[in-house]
């Protein structure tokens, strides 16, 4: 079942209202509330309250009128009524677990969180899905059902703030009439373990097809919640494009979410994104081609990658997209190990994991440097603890633009491992040449080769395997150009996933995040 919703996470852009402030004086300035000055005591928190069933019969009578807005501003037709309902806390909090339990992403998502551990993008000790439950419950704001067709209200928010939360859902309706979110977003294949090497490599085609698909939905949702917050001044996203994309980059500043203050950077990145990038990319599909062209003609011709949803003129240039080839190494690795990840370090994970290592400005110089990238994990067959990273051999293959930045790339990949792994030290008896790094750590050897413009990561593979496999791996690559396919291209319904992506999808698929709205 695909769930839509609105959550505000960190402090978004104040989508129009912080825009306001930029695009002239007194914009906005009617929706705005005055904020207590720095250092001025807060009043305790007082009791939840709840919408009246006056102001709810307001409140569902206005769903036409915006729905209404959403389709003049994204020329998406109204095909039928959208049903609408109020909703409890309580019965947003059931939904959230229940949830949990049943969604296929956060299924995929259980299971990937041990490569996340071994990548370093999660701490050993974290367990995510506690947290998560935690995040949402924090987090969410409204939700469109597209199984029930229903766009959900929340009884304990203000009507008027629910506004542009409604402007936001119904979009989603509207998107849901034009394809059927439920098939559109249907990935099967994201439920299977590769088996052999024609699944490996179907995999890695298809990799970030979802999560670029749902970067797609909410950055024209948000561009909508913008346009319709905007409205009163006679402003829209078109009157200073290039502030609401500035205002995008802010988001996660200044959070007032306990609960997402003190998110992993992945759990912050993974829940912006969409919303974020989304956003920035509906934004030049507006200026370059209008609605019709922005909505409509990106649905139907949708990116399949973050590296598009990133470099959005790319995409309309129909930009070949770095895609790596997995070759066979079932035969060196089956009688040991089963299968159990793969998938594309995206151009958004590559992100992530330098920033998470090298800090903002090393993510700042690697992500535009990234030319590609896949992942293999494996488990041991003898492990006696299957829910340890330990039981994990872990490759990873890196392209890069130049030589310059695979180096960048494998100094700063080494540099970390002591965060990942206890034991760390240096074992340069056992390398090779001058193109090897190894390390000894507490869960086995880590090699880190760099061969002109690839960096190859093994971890926990017994070095003679680990070179093995290096050489396969790296020798497929057979030239810049191979493996790479048309931004843009139409893709078969079903797709795998990239290492971010169930995390990604979970979380916009249970709401439109606090942090991604207007500030109040």
Not at 144 to 151: F, G, L, N
Not at 336 to 351: C, E, F, K
Not at 414 to 441: H, N, P
Not at 467 to 473: A, E, P
Request: proline share 5%; aromatic share 6%; charged share 25%.
């Amino acid at each position: 079942m695909v769930i839509r919703a609105v959550s505000r996470a960190p402090k978004f852009l104040s989508a129009a209202l912080a825009a306001a402030t930029v695009l002239g004086p007194g914009c906005l300035s009617a929706q705005t509330t005055a904020q207590p000055a720095p250092g001025a005591s807060s009043q305790a928190a007082k009791p939840e309250t709840h919408i009246t069933p006056d102001q709810a019969k307001q409140l569902f009578a206005s769903v036409d009128t915006i729905l209404q807005f959403a389709s003049d501003d994204t020329k998406l037709a109204i095909k039928s009524k959208v049903k609408r309902r109020l909703t409890t806390r309580d019965e947003v909090e059931k939904y959230l677990v229940e949830k949990m339990k049943d969604d296929k992403d956060a299924k995929r998502m259980e299971r990937s969180e041990i490569v996340l551990k071994k990548f370093g993008l999660l701490d050993e000790s974290f367990h995510l899905q506690p947290f998560l439950v935690s995040l949402l419950k924090e987090q969410i704001a409204g939700y469109y059902d597209s199984k029930t067709k229903t766009v959900n209200l929340l009884d304990w928010i203000d009507p008027e703030q629910q506004k542009p939360v409604l402007a936001h859902e119904l979009t989603h309706a509207m998107q849901d009439q034009k394809l059927n979110l439920e098939k559109w977003e249907d990935s099967d294949t994201a439920e299977t373990i590769s088996r052999d090497v024609a699944d490996d490599n179907h995999h890695i085609e298809l990799d970030e097809q979802d999560t670029a698909r749902e970067a797609v939905l909410e950055g024209q949702a948000m561009a909508v919640l913008v346009d319709y917050s905007l409205k009163p001044a006679g402003q829209s996203i078109l009157t200073n494009p290039e502030l609401i994309k500035q205002r995008a980059d802010e988001q996660g500043a200044d959070s007032d979410s306990p609960v997402l203050s003190r998110a992993p950077l992945l759990l912050q990145e993974s829940l912006l994104f969409p919303y974020r990038e989304g956003l920035k990319f509906e934004v030049d599909m507006l200026a370059d081609k209008g609605a019709q062209g922005a909505f409509a003609g990106v649905l139907e011709h949708p990116p399949s990658s973050s590296y598009e949803i990133m470099n959005p003129h790319a995409y309309e240039r129909k930009v070949k997209v770095p895609v790596l080839r997995m070759p066979d190494i079932h035969p060196l690795l089956d009688a040991d190990y089963a299968p159990y990840d793969i998938g594309v370090m995206g151009q958004i994970d590559v992100r992530i994991l330098s920033e998470l290592f090298g800090g903002p400005e090393m993510a700042a110089a690697l992500t535009p440097a990234w030319d590609g990238g896949i992942y293999y994990a494996a488990q041991k067959k003898n492990s006696a603890d299957k829910n340890s990273t330990g039981s994990i051999g872990l490759l990873y293959l890196s392209q890069w633009k130049s030589e310059a930045a695979a180096q960048a790339f494998a100094k700063m990949y080494a540099s970390e491992l002591d965060k990942q792994f206890s034991g760390v030290a240096r074992d340069s008896g056992e390398e090779a040449d001058t193109t090897e790094q190894i390390y000894k750590t507490n869960e086995g050897p880590v090699l880190i080769s760099t061969t002109g413009r690839t960096v190859f990561v093994s971890e926990s593979f017994d070095l003679t395997l680990a070179r093995k496999l290096g050489f396969l791996i790296t020798g497929a690559q057979q030239s810049s150009a191979a493996g790479q396919v048309i931004a843009s291209s139409p893709v078969p319904e079903n797709n795998s996933d990239g290492l971010t992506a169930p995390l990604t999808r979970f979380l916009a698929g249970s709401g439109v995040m606090r942090a991604a709205l207007p500030a109040r």
